[in-house]
Structure formats: structure tokens, C-alpha cells
């Protein structure tokens, strides 16, 4: 088995995320996300229910690197663009006033595919 990478996915709606290929996709399309994005976005649906404290992805996401909550912002946008966030009643990803965010979707790790 040596020399085997498994790759973890999450599953939540029509959606996967594969964490170690850094895909999203729903159904065979893969959707377009940044790499910061997808960083946001696979801290955020590893720990579903959780609130993730807005400095905290920020560090997370942009380690060694002074940015402004701004980008931040502008980074969720777009996630919650690509997830369809809020239409047709989805609800994938909650800003929690004051204290940061969470994502609230029903998550389904699976075991993914290996190379």
C-alpha cells in the first residue's frame, strides 16, 4: 500500500469536495474556486455547526500575511456564489454576527478515491 494517496471527500447537497485533489464539483462539473476560496471553504465544511472565528480562518487561510477582513469577505462571496448559497432554500454557509462563520449544511465524509 505504499506510495497510495486516498483522497477524502465531503458531501453536502449536490455538492463533493474532494480535499486532497482541492476540487469542488457538482455532479461531473467542476466548479471554478480560487485556492483561497477553496482553503475557506474546506476549513469551514470539515467543522460543520462549528463558528469559526473570522481571525481564525484568516490565519488559517493566510498564514505569515497581514489582510483585511475584506478579503475575507470577498473570498465567502464567491464561495457562496459557486455553492448557489441561499437559492431555491440552500443554506450552506452562515455569517454569525460578531463572531464569525459556519457552515451549516449536512456534511458526509466519505472515503474518496486513490492514486
Known amino acids: 500500500m ?25 455532479g461531473n462539473e467542476v466548479l471554478p474556486l480560487g485556492g483561497r476560496a477553496l482553503d475557506i471553504l474546506i ?23 497581514t489582510v483585511e477582513e475584506g478579503s475575507l469577505r470577498v473570498h465567502v462571496a464567491a464561495i457562496r456564489k459557486a455553492l448557489g448559497d441561499g437559492q431555491f432554500g440552500n443554506r450552506y454557509i452562515a455569517n454569525i454576527k460578531g463572531r464569525g462563520y459556519s457552515f451549516v449544511g449536512t456534511v458526509v465524509s466519505v472515503a474518496g478515491g486513490t492514486e
Open 2 to 26: 505504499s506510495g497510495t494517496i486516498v483522497h477524502r471527500k465531503l458531501r453536502f447537497g449536490p455538492f463533493e469536495l474532494s480535499i486532497g485533489e482541492r476540487m469542488l464539483r457538482r
Open 43 to 65: 476549513y469551514l465544511a470539515d467543522r460543520p455547526g462549528e463558528v469559526i472565528a473570522k481571525q481564525d480562518l484568516i490565519d488559517h487561510v493566510w498564514p505569515d500575511v
